[in-house]
């Protein structure tokens, strides 16, 4: 029978040795990936919305109880939000907030938004389709197209940024009684200098409970830019 001896006790103790040590790497190693991974799918935090009221550029129908808000996100801070640089591929991203002040809800199932600039172009929200065409190939153009498009959109961004278009949107089709709904509207501001600068968003189609349309609501951006900046 082999009885264990020096030599053996000096491998047993390489072997665990090496092992410790395998161990060792193999958790950093894990770690080191994990802390990326854990980083790079940080998901997109929706801003928390205040009353539409309380915004610097909004409009109020104080009889309606209803008031609407657009608030910019134009600033390099503002947008640190996103992991997508919507600017560099000429977009403006505006925070969009309806706040039902009444008893009865309030439908925007049928809401029209347009921003008209101070030169007179007037833009309409872009699909979230049509900002994964932008993102996959910049030189694609978000006007509508004469013919339809293969539909290959997303396959040249990331899930994150799908994800993350996804999460911001203003999808709501109404507001209940004392409550605000809010999320991102985008505008294709390809060309245009200083889009917001004499620029108002008219709304119109907003309606009561009862299907009778509220009168259009016009938000001034001027509004916006002269407000006392906060920290």
């Not at 039902?100 to 439908?107: E, I, L």
């Not at 699909?127 to 339809?148: C, E, F, G, M």
């Not at 209940?176 to 709304?203: K, M, R, V």
Request: proline content about 8%.
């Amino acid at each position: 029978m082999h009885r264990p001896g020096v030599h053996d006790s000096l491998i047993h103790r390489s072997f665990v040795r090496c092992s410790f040590v395998e161990r060792c790497f193999v958790l950093a190693l894990c770690t080191g990936l994990f802390v990326p991974l854990v980083l790079a799918s940080k998901t997109f935090v929706r801003p928390v919305a205040k009353a539409a009221a309380t915004y610097p550029a909004h409009d109020a129908h104080r009889d309606e109880n209803t008031a609407i808000a657009a608030d910019p996100y134009d600033t390099p801070e503002k947008a640190k939000i996103f992991s997508t640089n919507f600017a560099a591929h000429g977009f403006l991203p505006i925070f969009f907030i309806v706040t039902n002040d009444g008893d009865q809800p309030v439908s925007i199932a049928n809401m029209s938004i347009t921003l008209l600039t101070a030169n007179n172009s007037k833009l309409t929200p872009v699909s979230p389709d049509d900002l994964y065409r932008r993102l996959s190939n910049p030189q694609v153009s978000t006007r509508p197209a004469p013919i339809p498009l293969p539909h290959k959109a997303k396959s040249g961004i990331s899930k994150k940024e799908m994800d993350e278009i996804e999460a911001s949107q203003f999808e709501a089709r109404a507001v209940e009684p004392h409550t605000t709904q809010s999320g991102f509207l985008f505008f294709d501001i390809g060309g245009i200098d200083s889009p917001t600068a004499g620029a108002t968003i008219d709304i119109t189609g907003v309606a009561d409970a009862k299907g009778t349309e509220l009168l259009y609501f016009e938000i001034p951006l001027d509004k916006y830019l002269t407000a006392p900046k906060t920290n």
